[in-house]
């Protein structure tokens, strides 16, 4: 998260926050949750500063509202960026994090983090995820001082709002464009569009940067249905687990199950059937018919 190290004197007085994200939608780069917060005072003066719904806004329009707000006194703004990793490993996980509890957690983080440096809050907007009025007991059990209204489109219903969406969208179009990639592999390039699922140069990015073993670079969420049709030119991995098998057995060497990637909604060809035969009790057989062992010490 990003904040002002410094708190503003009006922080004392009764304030409003708007929170909304950007960037819930594509397979590539992250997922930006934005705020905006002023005195409860300054609404008047925040609904002449033509904050609208960051969509509906031009690209050049959106950067100078931002600049503009930055540069405005009267108003504070933060944003949670969730890298794209972190957004697949939680959507994968065995007990998964749905994409509506992460955003849950992202905006509670926000208004966490305004309490915790002392902002007065007493009304939060947020656009909602899911069902608005779950969403608003939700937060008020979190938070029962502050007021919440929670709605559908409060990115235009809602100035405070709108700002903050300003500050997502913003935010994410900058980190896309900056994104330094993490791997190094020959030929690969960065137009790969607005990120969205649709975008023919997103679908032309990916294809070019699938990788037989290892997937995708990690600017991609990998648990986007977007990605399953590639899947299936992909390796199938297989790997052990030591985890106790539904019979209960304590032997280390009948209690390992064969895992897949198919597992975790993860699908490839076949490989062949000495490498993949396996009763879902013991070794694989890859590892029987090479006598391979597992050891603990060297």
Known sequence: MSWSTILPKWASEPCMMGIDEAGRGPVLGPMVYGCLYCA?????????????????????????????????????????????????????????????????????GLVAKALDMGILLTEVYVDTVGDAEKYRVKLSERFPSIKFIVAKK???????????????????????????????????????????????????????????????????????????PYFKDMVEVLWESDKLDEEGSTDRNTNRRQLKLSSVGITGYKRKSEETESSGKGRCKFFETRKLEIVTQF
């Open 40 to 108: 409860v005072s300054y609404r008047s003066a925040l609904a002449s500063l033509e904050f609208a719904d960051s969509k509906t806004l031009k690209e050049e329009k959106r950067e100078e509202l931002f600049e503009n707000l930055k540069s405005d006194e009267s108003i504070g703004w933060a944003v949670d960026i969730i890298d794209p990793r972190e957004l697949s490993a939680k959507m994968l996980k065995k007990s998964k994090i749905n994409l509506n509890e992460i955003s849950h957690d992202s905006a509670s």
């Open 154 to 228: 409060a990115d235009s219903l809602y100035p405070v709002v709108s700002g903050a969406s300003i500050v997502a969208k913003v935010t994410r179009d900058r980190a896309l464009r900056n994104w330094i990639l993490d791997e190094t592999a020959e030929n690969m390039h960065r137009i790969f569009g607005s990120g969205y699922p649709g975008d023919p140069e997103t679908k032309a990015w990916m294809h070019d940067h699938q990788h037989s073993v290892f997937g995708f670079p990690t600017l991609v969420r990998f648990s986007w249905g977007t990605c399953t």
